[in-house]
């Protein structure tokens, strides 16, 4: 079920020039979430674009009754949506999509989260909850450079991460499908959410070691309940909307 909701900013934390990590709040308890679902967020006083920006969920709060969404600041709406302050009101459209598939043997499996990019973001509530679980996550966080990297101290209270950078900043330079611990280390499940070329190497590299693989994909999307048809990917059941029918997939499904 999902639920239009005037929800209040208790932050707005720049994290880098690029991003924003915006918490909100209600008055009820929020509802129930699922790693790896997002949201519509409604982006006021803006003409130039589309009314609402589809943005992934990033972590919730329960102790506080907040959501935390990242932000990456990419055009006029999310410009927009980073210029809010603490006591303003955000419409937001949620939950919306699926989300990831919990492992059902937790105590006994081994997942890797792989996130590039802002596709880190939906990896922190999953760690979250598959630590919740009882299961031990380990991370795969990659980025362009070390400040492109964000929410680091979040993850290390969650399990073992390991980065990449593209220049070597911090980590292993190079990719994230480069990272030494792909050789060393076996896991189980592997999650994936960032740019497309990265899905597609992760997935390829599940599939040739015969790892269960679910990507978070990001394709563009507009009105983020299936009615424009501007995010469809092609799936072994046709053409199918990311934001109704993902947007998390198992790999299985998809004809990369
Ligand atoms: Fe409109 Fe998916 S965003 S159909």
Not at 50 to 62: A, M
Not at 213 to 225: D, Q, Y
Request: charged share 20%.
């Amino acid at each position: 079920k999902k639920y239009i909701l005037d929800l209040v900013v208790t932050q707005n934390i720049k994290l880098h020039a690029n991003y924003v990590l915006i918490k909100l709040t209600h008055a009820n308890p929020l509802p129930e979430m699922l790693p790896g679902q997002f949201a519509e967020i409604r982006i006021d006083g803006s003409n130039t674009t589309f009314l609402r920006r589809p943005i992934s969920i990033n972590y919730v709060d329960k102790t506080t009754n907040e959501v935390w969404f990242l932000v990456q600041l990419v055009g006029d709406g999310t410009r927009k949506l980073a210029t809010v302050k603490q006591g303003d009101i955000v419409n937001v459209v949620m939950p919306l999509g699926n989300g990831f598939t919990m492992p059902r043997n937790v105590t006994k499996v081994k997942p890797l989260l792989v996130g590039g990019g802002v596709g880190t973001a939906p990896m922190l509530m999953l760690g979250a909850e598959l630590v919740k679980m009882g299961c031990t996550p380990a991370f795969l966080l990659g980025a362009r450079s070390s400040k492109d990297l964000l929410q680091l101290e979040n993850f290390e209270k969650l399990g073992e991460v390991y980065t990449t950078t593209e220049d070597g900043s911090m980590g292993e330079k190079g990719y994230v499908t480069q990272h030494s611990v792909l050789h060393t280390d076996r896991f189980d499940m592997i999650y994936t959410c960032g740019p497309k070329p990265m899905m597609v190497s992760v997935a390829k590299y599940a599939k040739a070691h015969g790892i269960e693989c679910e990507v978070s994909l990001e394709n563009r999307m507009a009105c983020g309940v299936g009615a424009c048809l501007c995010c469809v990917e092609n799936t072994d059941e046709g053409h199918l909307c990311v934001c109704k029918e993902g947007p998390v997939f198992n790999i299985k499904k998809l004809l990369w």
